[in-house]
């Protein structure tokens, strides 16, 4: 299988990240839930992957590091725990449903008001409009910095000093950059930064989290068991405790720590080049097709994402014959981000993702071009 869904997940992991998780298994205690070899162990390891998320996106301390299951998770108690009844929030039409339905939910429930930054049929987003968005009640700005559709990257410097200049909470969703794309939060004014670590940052699913800038604070999204200060009826008010109740996925995180390892030896910078020309490789084969229609903004750069679609053909059915006749995984559909299907005027039958990433080949991106070409034929 020529596997080119990584922005779904990166299904090929290094042999190291695999193997972490493996000895993980036969040796990790629960993390702070005793002072025995296994406890510390994890313990001194969970901390470890801590210090190297800090490092990698700019995050002032590594207790302010937070691990969730996944963004999704990462992006509700960000959502829920640092917007206010009756706030208006600005956010995109790029979102994915993991910041949609918060705040939809949001607005249902604490009377908060939302707008959205426009996109145009190519997913390019009117900067322009954000002044017009603006309101008294304007608390907070909520964006993605990379479609997970189209591949086109925010302007995070251009926005963090937008929200900056008004005093508005900055919250990023990272799920489709971290890992190759450079992001320090103190530089681009980011207040709360949402990851996933089974996409680009090469870790095994059921890994994430949130990194918080200095004097940023957010409620407990959920609450539980710390293996701290049991005898308080509230979750323990320090981070990270404040926001993970429960056990962590120590085994995971082994997983993710280890990418890390993997992806600091290796460089995001040769990583990232590496996909961005896979994933062009592919465009300007497929974009020269008369029947072949791609989404997105290709005049700079962006992930490796290219979306398209072939002839009147459904989305659906055009992914299937990629994966029967082919042997190529892609994700057709809505990829989660209605609006964004909206500006692009694929409502109705989606269109056909593929993603490239650091174990795809020139190969692999040629085979794909030529089954496009197959299929447009």
Known sequence: ?????????????????????????????????????????????????????????????????????????????????????????????????????????????????????????????????????????????????????????????????????????????????????????????????????????????????LCLAEGVELRPWKVGGSGVQSYLETQPPALPTRLEAGTLNGHGIAGLSAALDFLRDVGPETIRRHEQALARRFYERVAALPEVTVYGDFSGERAAVVSLNIGGMDSGEAADLLETEYAIATRPGAHCAPRMHRCLGTEARGAVRFSFGWYNTEAEADAAAEAVEALAR
């Not at 963004?71 to 206010?84: R, V």
């Not at 530089?187 to 680009?200: E, P, Q, W």
């Open 1 to 209: 299988m020529i596997y080119l869904d990584n922005a779904a997940t990166t299904l090929r992991k290094p042999p190291s990240v695999v193997a972490a998780v493996a000895e993980a298994m036969g040796s990790l205690g629960n993390d702070g839930r005793g002072t025995h070899r296994g406890s510390l162990t994890a313990a001194r390891m969970i901390y470890g992957a801590r210090e190297k998320l800090a490092a990698l996106f700019g995050c002032p301390r590594a207790d302010h590091v937070v691990f969730t299951c996944n963004a999704t998770e990462a992006l509700n108690i960000a959502l829920h725990g640092g917007i206010d009844r009756g706030a208006h929030v600005i956010s995109t039409d790029w979102e994915h449903n993991s910041v949609l339905r918060p705040l939809y939910r949001l607005a249902r429930e604490r009377d908060v008001s939302l707008s959205f930054l426009p996109a145009d049929d190519q997913g390019r987003l009117d900067y322009d409009a954000l002044p017009r968005l603006l309101r008294p009640e304007t608390r907070a700005l909520v964006c993605t910095h990379g479609s997970n559709v189209t591949g086109n990257l925010a302007d995070l410097a251009r926005l963090g000093a937008f929200a900056r200049a008004h005093g508005l909470r900055f919250f990023v969703d990272a799920s489709q950059t971290a890992g190759v794309f450079p992001i320090d939060m103190g530089r681009l004014g980011i207040d709360v930064l949402c990851f996933t670590g089974h996409k680009s940052l090469l870790g095994p699913q059921g890994t994430g989290g």
